[in-house]
């Protein structure tokens, strides 16, 4: 739980620090602040279902390129879920009609 809480205060620092570097307005910095939490969450979730699943089926990557971190499908699983949802919402909300 530490991880999450830490991955939610960094990342919501970071989004906050960059939207203010490129001058975002207050809805802007709101807006980026609660997308890169959601899609932290979105990341957790698809981390842990990707999990669910290959347990379901009895299969686990468990490479020794990465020792102790169960392979190199166990560092993108989050990114599998997170990249297009963050990519979606960032074509949608900033470059959508009236995006600024």
Known sequence: WEGLWGGLLLVALLA???ALWRGADAVGVLTL????MFTVMVSVLGDLFESVLKRSRGVKD??????GHGGI???IDSLVAAAPVFTL???TLF???GAA
């Open 62 to 67: 468990s490479g020794a390129l990465l020792p």
């Open 73 to 75: 499908l166990d560092r």
């Open 95 to 97: 470059n959508g009609p």
């Open 16 to 18: 906050l620090l960059f």
């Open 33 to 36: 602040v609660l997308l890169a």
């Open 89 to 91: 919402a960032v074509l």
